[in-house]
RNA sequence: GCCGAUGUGGCGAAAUUGGUAUACGCACAGCACUCAAAAUGCUGCGGGAAACCAUGUGGGUUCGAGUCCCACCAUCGGCACCA
């Protein structure tokens, strides 16, 4: 009888799915685990190959954890909201509710054909109305506790989507999505505090078991730094010019001053700057730059010296000038910095341009200053300060603490941290996103809408085009838009902005720990019982976006009361992409896409997810082969027909027995470790071993259908029922292992002469010294070797190597 | 420039964490089955006649290094005028 993949696989999806098989049970009294895996965001093309990847690997262990007894939660949902949709609908003039839907009706099928394990009563969707209910909710609680805010400022505006942007979502100052150039532009946005929870999302990486490269790189994105900021006196009035500065320790070789473009001083002097004129066009020319155009590396430096002005540097009292350069950024510090250019890489490019002094205030440790320097010195390991009063003598380090401890003795400043990290731009002039639940009066200003009217829904529109200004296409609804305020009853307007698509992803999470609730986010029970997440896995380029953007929502929610833990996440890792055959992203473009429909259709489910595990280390990138895919397929066949060896007869074998107790040992440890690709070739030198013993027994084949069943669950779950089992194997328990039959009896060891080896000798396992040696002078090559030569050393590591040197 | 990875056969990759380098799979070759092919099964498969030589390059530590240390080179990912 041979394997037909498609009727068995059929077969046991209808059972798993109509009996909710996988569905998490109630019952709290039960251990728990809670795997999560990022639910996809439902596109017109379909699943991806690299879907799977994610999902077969989550599954393969809240399989395992299922049969440890576990009661596991591995839910699946659909991030819905969205561009692509709402530019469908443009083009199309198909509502995105329509497109969405029928997409999700595609996704859902396309999953269920690779079987996975999910809990779909739990399904959630991030545009159902009884969802963004309370994605608003949540967004009228940070309004609240003043962590939401409505403030005018620069953007990011990207020209084609026509759309504001969040840091995160500017690549190279182009757009993530469409790739069209970015701009800044001045509008009234809604605005999140996330800068307000910075620190904790920098020291709570301690509590957490996230991969070191994704806390390395949440950690760079949030950009910590420490130093001081310093008031600068203006020459000739009371006023100041604050700057910041991380190296305190080179106040005295700061030469000049350089504010952003952006800067309020030039406003404020007018009247004194004698070259007004030409650095209001800098301004204007500055603005006029795009945001890739302002950061392209290896630029020219470019500037004016504002004159008319001059501060004074408050350690030497020298009159310095006042420069404006964008290289200076408004948006981080003060905008304004203190300039030293014999210390600072920027200020040295930008001080040898305009012929600048350049004066050194700091050594290397072990050398001198230079006559004249050819770049700047920078290491403050390594710098000793001279020329420098007070400070002279010390090694940066410490000159920086006490030039900080003098700045705020003196009154000239203050100790200050800064963050790179910006507030969350929340507002998208967007149709298809959650209505932000907001409401302006004239008199009463922003207030949100009573929370009994939530949800608010997205009115039905017939035109998605985003307006003239880049207005919100509800903005065109005025009988939409008229409401009365909240507050004091009168006339007022609903807010037309959208939020952006990290919204609903903020907190899904807790919404599957109890998708039907009507009441709350989720029960206090539920919450308390399934926290936190203890396995969240998903792509490296979310990162500094989603994982940092739902972090914060937990912690506020986690502030308020509503969640029991401070994180949602107590473990995070990630899968490598996986690549076209040519070893290129796949891309329509490229042609090189793989549809995983077309492998189920050839090869079926169990040969995919067994490819995609084998492929190579799941955190690492892996090019798709076709030829290889064929090579998991051929092993599935062979699993297949072990069945015709099974024979009971030769009863105990001691080689058998050894095998699956390492077998049991090394599989279950994969799974915990991701190893998955070395799992499988356990599974392949297994079957090669019954292939070549010409037989295997009825226990070792449900052991070995078992283990196997994690990675390959259509055909396993068949064979164990083919065999005659009662049970199937989800209701089994996980096979356990006994660590003395692991350990081989004899052992053979290799035996080294200087280092090279030479040949080896079958000892028993707890063999001394002594028995070793004298098997060790009988091999052949030995005796050659060491014949006529002096031993200076024999070493033996016990069951590990025997090394003889001589001379 | 900064942060993080990676580098092993023709290819995807293993290596118990310092102890027989190349497990497992693909591709390739030979044999069996077949009229034939496919499928399947078995065998072989780093280089070299051998001594030996091979884990990106050059040094080092060690009885012993793919694994540890130092200095490079290359590729990929993230950040980037962040004061």
Redesign the pocket.
Known sequence: MSYNFKEVEKKWQTKWYTEGTFNAKEDYSMKKWYGLIEFPYPSGQGLHVGHPRSYTALDIIARKKRMEGYNVLYPIGFDAFGLPAENYAIKNHVHPKITTEKNVNHFRDQLKSLGFSFDWSREVNTTDPNYYKWTQWIFIKLFEKGLAYKTTMPINFCTGCKVGLA??E???GVCERCGSPVVQKEKSQWMLGITKYAQRLIDDLDDIDFL??IK??QK??I?R?E?AEVNFKIEGTDDTLL?????PDTIFGATYMVV?PEHGIIEKYADKIKNLDEVNDYKQKASLKSAFE????N?E??GVEIKGIKAINPLTNEAIPIWIS?????????????A?PAH????F??ATKFNLPIKQVIKPKDGEAKEKLEEAFTDVYNGVSINSGFLTGLDSKTAIEKAINYIEENKLGKRKV?Y?LRDWVFSRQRYWGEPIPMVYCECCGWNPIPEDQLPLKLPEIDDYEPGENGESPLAKLTDWIKTTCPKCGKEAKRETDTMPQWAGSSWYFLRYMDPHNDKEIASKEALEYWSPIDWYNGG??H??LHLLYSRFWHKFLYDIGIVPTKEPYQKRTSHGMILGSNGE?MSKSKGNVVNPDDIVEEFGADTLRVYEM????FD????W?M??I??????L??VW?LQDLLNDENGYSEKHEKMMHKAIKKVSSDIEEM?F??A??TF??M??EF??DKYLTKDEYKTFLQLLNPFAPHITEELYEIIGEPKTINETTWPKYDEAKTIDDE????V?V?????G?VVVPKDADEEAVKEKVKEVENVQK?IDGKTIV?E?Y?KG??Y?I?VK
């Open positions: 840091n995160e500017v690549v190279n070191d490269k390395a790189q760079n994105w950009g730094s130093g700057i910041y500065t991380t190296r952003a302002r950061s392209e590396l630029k430096k470019s964008d290289y200076v950024l408004m948006t981080y510090g003060t905008g304004a910095i203190m030293v600072d890489t920027r200020d490019e930008f800064n790179k490296m380029e990162t500094t992203k084998f492929m190579g280390p690492q990138t892996a090019p082969s030829e290889s064929r090579g998991c397929n051929k092993f066949d062979r027909k190893k690709n070395t499988v070739s392949m030198t079957t090669n292939y070549k052992i053979e060891v290799p080294q200087n280092g090279k080896l030479k080896t070797v050393k070493i590591v590990k190597i090394n040197v």
